[in-house]
């Protein structure tokens, strides 16, 4: 994003459609990975774009963490609620 403040024109599916493409075009290991490190960039702090996190990007950070061992793998929703 150009603006002085990333975050003033952001939306759920203009920051999802960010990290989906900041994703494939870093070939990033994680989505979380890659949303630190768009938080980095922008000198945003991650909990100032949390409620950006559209519930498909939750799903696939939840999907990640199960892959990689960082959450334990279950049957049960993500509770969206930790966002």
Do not use: A, Q
Not at 6 to 23: A, M
Not at 44 to 64: A, G, M, N
Request: with cysteine.
């Amino acid at each position: 994003m150009n603006s002085l403040n990333p975050i003033e024109n952001l939306n759920i599916i203009s920051f999802s459609d960010e990290i989906e493409h900041k994703y494939i075009r870093d070939r990033s290991d994680s989505y979380l990975t890659t949303i630190v490190k768009w938080c980095e960039e922008n000198v945003i702090d991650f909990e100032d774009v949390t409620k950006y996190i559209s519930p498909s990007l939750k799903e696939k950070i939840k999907l990640d963490g199960e892959e990689k061992g960082w959450l334990r793998r279950s049957s049960i929703p993500m509770n969206t609620s930790f966002f």
